[in-house]
C-alpha cells in the first residue's frame, strides 16, 4: 500500500529512486483514488508533480529515474521547467532540472479521498446487499498483534497513534517532529525540493511541509 505522504502520490524515496514495490502501489492506489473520485470529484488536485534537482548529484539521479521508470517519470530541463512555469527566472534555489511524475503520480486532497472512498465503501455494500459499518475502538498492543476480527491492521500516523505508546513498545520506531505552513498565496504546480509545495482546494492557499525536528 502506497502512503500518502503530504498528500503528494509517487513512488520515489527522497532521493529520486524508485522504491520497493513502488509501481505495483501506485497502481493500486491509483485504482483507490479513482474509485473515490466517483463520489468527490474533490479528490484530485492535479494530475502530476514535480521533482526538482537542486544539484548535479540529483540531476544525475533523477536522469537515470527517468530512464528506469519512463512510463511515470520524464526529464525536463531547467528551461522547459521556467518555459512551463514550474520555476521562475528569478528563484532563490539553484535548479538543475527535474521529473514530471505523472501516470498515477498526483496530488490528492486526504479528506476528499477518504470521504470518497467511504462513501464507495457504501455503495458497494448495497450493490451486493451486504452491509459496511464503521466503528471505533480502544485497542491494545495485543489487539494490534493478535486480531481475529480482521485480515489485517493498517496503522496510520499522524491520528494519535503514538500517544499511548502502543506502537512504540511494538515497533521500532522514532517520533520526528514537524512544522506546515499555509500560504496565502498561488501555486499552480505541486513540488518537490526537499521540502514540498502543494496547492490546496483554496486557489489562493498553498501549503509548504515539513521541517523535520528531532529533538523533543
Not at 101 to 118: A, D, E, R, T
Amino acid at each position: 500500500v502506497l502512503v500518502f505522504l503530504r498528500s503528494l502520490v509517487h513512488p520515489l524515496s527522497p532521493r529520486g529512486k524508485l522504491v520497493h514495490w513502488g509501481l505495483e502501489g501506485l497502481e493500486a492506489t491509483r485504482r483507490l483514488v479513482e474509485q473515490a473520485s466517483v463520489h468527490n470529484p474533490n479528490t484530485i488536485l492535479r494530475p502530476e508533480l514535480y521533482r526538482i534537482a537542486t544539484d548535479e548529484k540529483q540531476a544525475r539521479q533523477l536522469q537515470q529515474t527517468a530512464k528506469d521508470v519512463p512510463e511515470i517519470a520524464e526529464w525536463l530541463e531547467t528551461d522547459d521547467l521556467m518555459r512551463c512555469g514550474i520555476v521562475a527566472s528569478d528563484r532563490d534555489v539553484e535548479v538543475m532540472g527535474g521529473l514530471r511524475l505523472s501516470n498515477g503520480c498526483k496530488v490528492i486532497h486526504v479528506p476528499s479521498y477518504l470521504q470518497g472512498l467511504w462513501k464507495a465503501c457504501q455503495t458497494q455494500a448495497e450493490t451486493t446487499g451486504s452491509s459496511v459499518e464503521w466503528q471505533q475502538r480502544s485497542v491494545t498492543a495485543k489487539d494490534l498483534l493478535h486480531n481475529e476480527d480482521f485480515d489485517a491492521t493498517v496503522l496510520c500516523a499522524g491520528a494519535g497513534l503514538f500517544t499511548n505508546g502502543i506502537v512504540s513498545s511494538l515497533l521500532p520506531v522514532q517520533l520526528v517532529r514537524g512544522q506546515s505552513l499555509e500560504l496565502y498565496c498561488s501555486q499552480p504546480h505541486a513540488l518537490l525540493l526537499g521540502k514540498s509545495i502543494s496547492p490546496l482546494p483554496d486557489p489562493n492557499l498553498t501549503l509548504v511541509v515539513a521541517t523535520p525536528e528531532f529533538k523533543s
